[in-house]
T-cell receptor
Framework: AQSVTQLGSHVSVSEGALVLLRCNYSSSVPPYLFWYVQYPNQGLQLLLKYTSAATLVKGINGFEAEFKKSETSFHLTKPSAHMSDAAEYFCAVSEMNRDDKIIFGKGTRLHILP | DTGVSQDPRHKITKRGQNVTFRCDPISEHNRLYWYRQTLGQGPEFLTYFQNEAQLEKSRLLSDRFSAERPKGSFSTLEIQRTEQGDSAMYLC????????????FGDGTRLSIL
C-alpha cells in the first residue's frame, strides 16, 4: 500500500521568503512522486513529477522538489514566494509505471503574507 | 488543447434525487479518470477508463455510483439516490495512454445535497 503524509495543513510565509512544504511517503515498491497545485474552485495542475531519474526535480513557477529515499521525503521548495503562489498544494504517490493510480495527500494550504 | 471540460460546475439537489455529471476529456487522450474530493481532503480515486473500457473501480464507488464512457470520448458519472455524504467536488482528469503521461484535470463539479 502507498500513502503520503503532508506535514502542516496550513503554512504561512512572507512574500519573498522561502517556501517549504513537507511531504513524506510510504511505498513498498519504487514510487513515482508528484506535487500538484489547486487554486480555488479549480482542478489540479501538475507542478512537478519524480520518476526515478534525477533526485532534484524542477517544476513550473520556480518550484522544485528533492527525492530523499533515506528520509522517504519529497519536500517542495521555492526560493522566493509570490502572492500568486497562494493555493492548496497536494503531494501524491503512485507505483513506478502505474501513474494511472495516484494516491493524494490531504493537502497544505499556502498563505502568502504581504 | 482546450482542456478537460466538466458540466455542470455546480449542482444542488435534494437527498434521494439522482444526478449525472459529464466530463469531456482532451481530444487525443484515451484515459479518463474520476476522483472525489471532500472538504479538507485530497482527491480520492473513483474509477478510470482506457478508451471505453472501465479498467478499475475503487471500493469507494458504491452500487449507487455508475460511470460510463460509451464511445471512448466523453464520460458520465451518475449517482442514484443521493445522500448527504455524497456532497463533494467531483473531478475528472484525462491523459494519454502511455506511461509517464501527466493527468490533466478539469475544474470539477461541486455537488451539494440539501
Amino acid at each position: 500500500a502507498q500513502s503520503v503524509t503532508q506535514l502542516g495543513s496550513h503554512v504561512s510565509v512572507s512574500e519573498g521568503a522561502l517556501v517549504l512544504l513537507r511531504c513524506n511517503y510510504s511505498s513498498s515498491v519504487p514510487p513515482y512522486l508528484f506535487w500538484y497545485v489547486q487554486y480555488p474552485n479549480q482542478g489540479l495542475q501538475l507542478l512537478l513529477k519524480y520518476t526515478s531519474a534525477a533526485t532534484l526535480v524542477k517544476g513550473i513557477n520556480g518550484f522544485e522538489a528533492e527525492f530523499k529515499k533515506s528520509e522517504t521525503s519529497f519536500h517542495l521548495t521555492k526560493p522566493s514566494a509570490h502572492m500568486s503562489d497562494a493555493a492548496e498544494y497536494f503531494c501524491a504517490v503512485s507505483e513506478m509505471n502505474r501513474d494511472d493510480k495516484i494516491i493524494f495527500g490531504k493537502g497544505t494550504r499556502l498563505h502568502i503574507l504581504p | 488543447d482546450t482542456g478537460v471540460s466538466q458540466d455542470p460546475r455546480h449542482k444542488i439537489t435534494k437527498r434521494g434525487q439522482n444526478v449525472t455529471f459529464r466530463c469531456d476529456p482532451i481530444s487525443e487522450h484515451n484515459r479518463l479518470y474520476w476522483y472525489r474530493q471532500t472538504l479538507g481532503q485530497g482527491p480520492e480515486f473513483l474509477t478510470y477508463f482506457q478508451n471505453e473500457a472501465q479498467l478499475e473501480k475503487s471500493r469507494l464507488l458504491s452500487d449507487r455510483f455508475s460511470a460510463e464512457r460509451p464511445k471512448g470520448s466523453f464520460s458520465t458519472l451518475e449517482i442514484q439516490r443521493t445522500e448527504q455524504g455524497d456532497s463533494a467536488m467531483y473531478l475528472c482528469a484525462s491523459s494519454r495512454g502511455q506511461f509517464n503521461q501527466p493527468q490533466h484535470f478539469g475544474d470539477g463539479t461541486r455537488l451539494s445535497i440539501l
